[in-house]
Every structure is written in C-alpha cells, then in structure tokens.
C-alpha cells in the first residue's frame, strides 16, 4: 500500500471534498473505527479505560468544542471548566427529574443547555476581542462554579453539595453508577466522540466553517464581503459549547460518577483543554485528537516509566510533567502555532508527492 | 420612493451603459476636526467602469468605504437601485450585491484559496447550521453548486494550480487577483476595486487590466475602481472623478478630465488657498 496522490484522480468536486482524499487516509480512517469499534471493547479492562481511553475520548470531545471556538473562529476562551460543570449539572438535574428518558438524550440535552449558557457569556465577544475576551471568559468560569456551589437546587440539596449519578442503563447494560463494566461505558463515550467529530468535521467543512474562519483571520474584511459577524461568533460559542456541555456532561455521569464542582471543573480543566489544542493544533479536528491523547497519556506513561520503573518519588514526576508540558506549550506556540497536527501535514505533504517531489 | 433613470450613454468603444446605479448624493465625512469627505456628488451609471482618481489622502478610499457601508458619512444621501439607501452595517451593504477588494488587500490569510474565494460566496449559501451538520442531502449539493461557479471564476482568472495553497504563502501580485477572485464569487452588481495595481510590474498590470475590462465585459459587472495610474485610468475607465483634498475637482470622460486645469494643477501640486 502506497501513501500517494499521482494517479488518484478526482473526477467530481464530492470526491475532491472528501474528508479523506487520499485513499490511503480513507482505509486507515475506517481501520481505525473499526478497530474502536470491534475490537478494543473485547480487550479492554478497568486500568485501561479509566487511566487512558475514557480521559481521551471525553476529553476529546472538549478540545473539539474549544477548537471551533478558538481555532477556527479566533474567540479566547479559559471558561471551558465552567462550561463543562454547566453541561454536567445540566446532566445531573436531567437524570434525577426524568429518570425514565435514556440518558443518552440527557447527554445531548446537556449539551443544548449548555450551547445556551455559551451563546449568553459569548454576548461580549462582540464587543471586546483577544486578551480582554479572555477575562470575560475567566470570569464566567469563576462565576459558574460558584453558582454551582452555592445554589442548593443545583445539587438537589445534598448534605455534601456534590452530585452523584445514579444508575442509568443502555440496551440494559449499565452505563452510569457502581456496576458498569469497562466496555459499556467505553462504547457509549466513543458514540458520542464519532458524533461529535463528525458533526465538527462537517460544519467546519462548509460554508459555517469558512465564515467563522473569515473571523478569525479578519473580521473587518469577513463583514465587508458578507458575514454578520454577530451571528457567526455567537454560532461559534453555541456550537463549541454543546460539545463542551457533552463532555463535562460524560465527565461526571460516566466517568466520575460523583463531583465537586471546584475539583473537576475549576480552572485548571480550562487550561488543560486549551494546552491541549495548542499542542494538538489549533483549526484541526485531528489535532484536537492528538492533543487530548498526548496530555492524557504522558502523565500515565511517566508515571509507568519513571515512578513504577525507575522508582522516582511521585512528586518529582508530576513536576516533570509540568515542565514538559510548559516547555512544549512556549515551543509549539512560537515555532508551530498549529501544533502535532502541522507536523503530521508537514510530513504526509512530503511523503505525498514522494517519490517525484516537483 | 422615486425612482431615478437617467439616460444612459455608448462609449466611445460602442458598449452601451444603462442609467443610474449608485448614486452619491453632498456626502460629507467627518473624522472629528479631519474632512475627509466635503460635499461630494457623482454617479455611478450600470455597466459602466468608474475611476475614482486623486493624490495621496484626497479621500478616495473613505469614498468606497462610505459605498460599502463602512464609514457612516455625516451628510448626503446614498442612492442604488433606485432607492434611497437607510442605514445599513456593512454585511448588509454586500447581500445587497456590492462586492470589493481593498488598498491593503484583506484575503483571510489561514484559508487556502479556494475557501477564499468560496467564502465569497457566502450570501449565495442558504443552508441552515443543522443541515450543514448532516452534511449529506442539502449542504453537500449547495457546496457542489457553488464550487462549480468558483472554479470558473478561478479558471476565468487563471489561478487553478493555486487553488489548494493557503493564501499567505502567495506572492503580491497573485493575492491581488484572489481577492479579486472572492469578489467575483459573489457576482455582485456593484464592485469596487481599490488600487488593484498598485505595487505590480507592467507584466501584472496588465493582466490585471484584461481581467478588469472582461469581467465589465462578460459579466456586464459595474465597476468602481481607485487608481494612480493615469495611464491606466485612461486606458480602462468610461467617466473619472477627480478628488483632491475631499472635494470633487472634476467629473467627465478621461481625455476631458485630463486637459482640466483644476486637474491638472492638483497633480503638479499647485498650492492651495
Ligand atoms: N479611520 C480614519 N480615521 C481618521 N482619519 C481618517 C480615517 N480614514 C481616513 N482618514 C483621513 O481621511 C483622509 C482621506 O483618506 P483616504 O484613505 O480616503 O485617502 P485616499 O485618497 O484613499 O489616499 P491614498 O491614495 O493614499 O490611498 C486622510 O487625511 C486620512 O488621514
Ligand atoms: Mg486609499
């Protein structure tokens, strides 16, 4: 099998529109879909899908919904933990009121609930721009979490404030509460990953895309040529943050399974979403892929390699963690703003037109 | 409202030109104490090619951005179509059908250049944000449709073998003619060109200047265009407006505008009282 364009030629713009081009990146794709979904459910255990592919794919989820909102259409945002403890309590109060509805809709209504909340704190985003945008945005996500804590009827007056999801099941295979098993709960993330990533792919594909792109890039010649730059940033906060809601909403009801919402939602989720789509690549659905998988595992593998093998002190590897991760963050952002997924196009460009390179 | 027709005309090369398109009715622009603009008057006729010429500063760019709706002149009346024009932002102004490139060209630059030039149709694009989601049915069959129209924009233009190249890699000349191009996509009725040579060699020039006389041509466009280039003027344009120092200083075809004296003063830099 040969990684090539000569000779595949495109005959109609559908072909040329592909979200795979090349055929040899259309049979990974669905290799790699079929592998998620027939085979790693079949090998998957506790260790595995707690320390590794549940983190990713939720977290995935949530370096979509930023990466529309930051890397396509150029909107700062550090209130992605609030946004995602709005999609979790959303979760929380839909799954204790309906108990009878799957939650597979209280997901995705968390999500809408969530798109809502977006779409209100997204409302300055007119007005103010970059680093000032950034603020409000800082401000919503400690406004959230305070709202969260201090308003009983969020956590249905529970005695310790914190939510905890009760058992909900799927085709009678529980997917929340204590007695899920691993591939339940694996599959029932990965549909909402392919969901999403599709939906992310095909908005940014057409002509939403390109309008929240033209704002990104430059908003005063986006609104000559025809963008109402009002509509497109707000559909960019709706958008990103129904994603956002769906992750925080998987987050706590099916990997957590009990939240406080300081804990898991404060500000250091905003940033680890964000580090994740300045590594992974900003404006790239795979490159929020890359970054959600590379920020979820190098801390499980230095912790394999360097506590467990080398037998290093926990502390002194979490502070390596922290220093790799600074130090890629200051490399990518000077030297390649679009991040793992750049370099992966840098070296499929080459390999491309290999072996004739003009 | 009443509506305008003034005779159109037949130009010397034998096109005829229709009545009015656009017309400008005493605009004043201000920029706190700065005039840019002082009582302006002129029209724009359909299917005619308008230059709008003048030395460095006289105004003519803050005049098509009063056209497309991005500076809000303090005075007059702006008229197209026949009506007069309320107050529009200027997203509005381009679904009206006024399309333009800029003195500083404006392309998006972390888009390739087919998503250039397909954003500029973007008034054309009706499908709904759920639609767009699903992809298959609707959206696909418009963005097949529309693809079509660009990739004859771009072969009329000659920039297929950059049609994939993000646009920030291009050299001068040719980002000129994207923006061009994302114009064009939007098959407008009225499109303004600010200085579309300026900064290219001969060679550029004149391709540039085929590019402008077919479009008026083939697609019976009106045009608008800023430029500094007499010859040029001379060459393209049907009438000029000469602008100095905000205020209009002659309005006619090229050959009478460049024997007027006020003219010609203005460009050998007679002073003012
Ligand atoms: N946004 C603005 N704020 C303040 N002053 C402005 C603004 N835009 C233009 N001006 C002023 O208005 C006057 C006319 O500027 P304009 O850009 O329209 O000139 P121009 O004829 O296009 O010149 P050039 O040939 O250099 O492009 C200048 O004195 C300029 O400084
Ligand atoms: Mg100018």
């Known amino acids: 099998m040969f990684y090539r364009e000569a000779g595949d030629f495109k005959t109609s713009y559908v072909d040329d529109n592909q979200t795979f081009p090349i055929k040899f ?51 700062v945002s550090l209130g992605t933990g609030g946004f995602m403890a709005v999609g979790a309590y959303a979760c929380y109060k839909l799954m204790t009121a309906f108990p009878e509805v799957n939650i597979f809709f209280h997901v995705l209504l968390a999500g809408g609930v969530t798109a809502v909340v977006g779409v209100l704190f997204g409302l300055p985003s007119l007005r103010i721009k970059g680093f000032y945008l950034a603020v409000a945005t800082l401000a919503a996500q400690f406004f959230l ?104 909403a998987l987050f706590f009801s099916v990997y957590l399974g009990a939240v406080e919402v300081g804990e898991a939602f404060g500000i250091n989720k905003s940033f680890l979403v964000l580090f994740m789509i300045i590594i992974g ?78 | 409202m009443t509506v305008q027709k003034e005779e159109g005309y037949v130009t010397a090369d034998g ?84 399309a333009r490139t800029f003195q500083n060209i404006a392309l998006f630059e972390g888009m390739s250049v087919l998503d250039n030039v397909m954003t500029g149709r973007l008034n054309n694009m009706k499908t709904n944000m759920f639609q767009q989601a699903i992809w298959k049915g609707k959206a696909e069959k418009e963005e097949v449709e529309n693809r079509e129209v660009v990739e004859k924009i771009i072969d009329f233009l000659e920039i297929q073998s950059i049609r994939k190249t993000p646009v920030a890699r291009l050299p001068y000349g040719l980002k000129k003619r994207v923006e061009l191009a994302r114009a064009l996509a939007a098959e407008p009725k009225l499109l303004l060109l600010d200085e579309p040579m300026a900064g290219m060699n001969v060679e550029e020039k004149e391709d540039m200047s085929r590019f402008i006389l077919d479009v008026n041509d083939e697609f019976g466009t009106t045009i608008a265009l800023i430029e500094h280039d007499m010859g040029v003027v001379m060459d393209l ?37």
């Open chain 1, 25 to 75: 990146d259309r049979y990974r794709y669905y290799f790699v879909l079929l592998f998620a979904f027939l085979v790693v459910p079949f090998v998957i255990n506790d260790y595995w899908v707690n320390a590794v592919f549940m983190p990713f794919l939720i977290y995935s989820i949530a370096a979509i919904g930023l990466n529309i909102l930051v890397g396509y259409c150029g909107q």
């Open chain 1, 145 to 248: 979490v305070w709202l969260f804590n201090k308003v009983p009827w969020f956590y249905n007056y529970s005695a310790s404030g914190q939510i905890s999801s009760p058992e909900r099941t799927v085709f009678g295979y529980a997917v929340t509460g204590p007695h899920t098993s691993a591939w339940a709960t694996y599959l029932f993330c990965l549909v909402f990953v392919v969901l999403c990533a599709v939906i992310a792919r095909n908005l940014t594909r057409g002509t939403v895309g390109r309008k929240w792109m033209a704002i990104r890039d430059m908003d005063i010649a986006a609104e000559i040529i025809g963008v109402d730059p009002l509509r497109s940033k707000l559909s960019a906060f709706a958008v990103s943050s129904f994603f956002i809601g769906i992750s925080g």
């Open chain 1, 281 to 358: 690549g900003l404006g790239s659905i795979f490159g929020s892929f890359a970054g959600a998988a590379f920020l979820v595992l190098l801390p499980v593998l230095l912790k394999n390699v360097l506590v467990s093998g080398l037998g290093w002190p926990t502390d002194l590897a979490a502070h390596l963690e922290f220093m790799i991760v600074g130090g890629l963050i200051i490399t990518f952002l000077i030297a390649e703003p679009h991040g793992l997924a750049q370099l992966w196009r840098v070296a499929k460009e080459k390999l491309r037109l290999w072996p004739f390179p003009h």
């Open chain 2, 15 to 98: 096109r005829k030109i229709g009545g009015t398109l656009m017309e400008m009715k005493n605009i004043t622009l201000r920029f706190g104490g700065v005039k840019a603009i002082t009582d302006i008057s002129f029209d724009i006729k359909e299917g005619e090619i308008r230059a709008i010429i003048g030395p460095n500063g006289a105004g003519k760019s803050s005049m098509l951005n009063v056209i497309s709706g991005f500076y809000v002149p303090q005075e007059g009346e702006v008229w197209f179509r026949g009506a007069k024009r309320p107050p529009m932002k200027p997203y509005e102004v381009a679904q009206q059908g006024i």
């Open chain 2, 237 to 273: 344009s049907d009438r000029v407006v000469v602008m100095d120092y905000g205020k209009k200083i002659g309005d006619g075809p090229p050959d009478e505008v460049r024997n007027n004296q006020d003219v010609i003063d203005a460009y050998l830099g007679v002073a003012h009282d």
